[in-house]
């Protein structure tokens, strides 16, 4: 079954602690992304990667970092989170960044941050 | 930085109602998706358009693509409670990585 898998589902952290949001889809896909997701604001795209090794920001990157060593995993890493990256993180692949193909989403990180 | 603007930002309507959501943009696209959200799940692809002009239907969904690839509608006839959740547009551009979400549209479809 093709799958974007997230982890954790649901995390409460404090303040400058640092965590990794993993991601890991099974569809050999060139492109991945993250989002967050808050009321109000719809999806905002954070970083995105065209392939291995290949990385670019997107609308809000502030704050954090992400790598592509292997093709099917994307970690969102937060090296000092703030109260402010509280939100619903989204990772995001699809086959290519072709803007036709089907972009398949995970099903969400809830993230607070105290 | 481009921008979407869907409206209604929030749409209440009877079974069997039909709607319209818009996506405008002052930016063109290569081409803009339409997705569907459920609570507690990432949201999931309706349709993709292309092509300027371009109408796409699916069931009771009719997508459309404005002329200058700038905006966007999705008409719902015979709405139905099923069709409750949160409608997102995306526009990307070609093999750009980049691509802008509106901040969707919450419909509800009461019995």
């Known amino acids: 079954e093709a799958q974007v898998t997230q982890n954790p589902r649901y995390l409460i952290t404090v303040t400058g602690k640092k965590l990794t949001v993993t991601c890991s889809q099974n569809?050999?896909?060139?492109?991945m992304s993250w989002y967050r997701q808050d009321p109000g604001l719809g999806l905002r795209q954070i970083y995105y990667s065209m392939n291995v090794e290949v990385t670019d920001k997107g609308d809000v990157p502030e704050g954090y970092k992400v790598s592509r060593k292997e093709k099917r995993n994307f970690p969102l890493i937060l090296e000092s989170p703030s109260p402010n990256q509280t939100s619903l993180y989204f990772c995001a692949s699809s086959r290519t960044a072709f803007s036709g193909n089907t972009i398949y989403f995970g099903e969400g990180s809830w993230l607070t941050v105290v | 930085t481009q921008l979407l603007e869907q409206s209604p930002q929030f749409l209440s309507i009877q079974e069997g109602e039909n709607l319209t959501v818009y996506c405008n943009s002052s930016s063109v696209f290569s081409s803009l998706q339409w997705y569907r959200q459920e609570p507690g799940e990432g949201p999931v692809l309706l349709v993709t358009v292309v092509t300027g002009g371009e109408v796409k239907k699916l069931k009771r969904l009719t997508f459309q693509f404005g002329d200058a690839r700038k905006d966007s509608s999705l008409h719902i006839t015979a709405a139905q409670p099923g069709d409750t959740g949160l409608y997102l547009c995306a526009g990307a551009n070609t093999n750009a990585g980049k691509s802008t979400f509106g901040d969707g549209t919450t419909l509800t479809v009461k019995p």
């Open positions: 569809m050999n896909h060139e492109y």
